[in-house]
């Protein structure tokens, strides 16, 4: 609240032990700043100075193989968080977690879904043309019996099979 919309769009934070997100990030546990101009760990982002950010917490979002990054608040003044507030920060933390995981399980099973789609789609193309083929094979054998008995080449009770000898012109 209070930052320009784009302040933290540029940012990018390296995943390292020498700032709190990545503290955070590789330790999972909560990071605490109560006070930045005195702080000896930790380089202070240049967003966090341009906005008078003098304490910041960050916890982890968890996540089933490796974390998801980390969740932060920075107030402008010097102050400590309490454990309550450390305990809410994890517990919003988890939260969005939770409804990271569901993204994106949701997301794989619209790609399974996809995926069999297109595969049932393929199989039922492959059976209408099977189909068109076996009614096709159908109307030939029709049509060459109609023929056959159109021309008299089949008799009644005859083999319909026999070979008819060409005439000796």
Known sequence: VGWQDDATARMTVALAKTSPIGTTVLGSAPVIVADWLSET????LPALTDHGVLSSLTVVVPGQTRPFGCLGVDVTAIRMFSDEEICFLQAVANV???AIE????????????????????????????????LEERQRLARDLHDFEEQVGAVEPGANPRRVIEPCGF
């Open 41 to 44: 760990r930790f380089m202070q």
């Open 96 to 98: 969005l977690a939770l």
């Open 102 to 133: 569901r993204f994106e399980s949701n997301l794989a099973i619209e790609r399974r879904v996809e995926e069999r789609t297109r595969v049932i789609e393929q199989l039922l193309v492959a059976a209408a043309q099977e189909q068109a083929v």
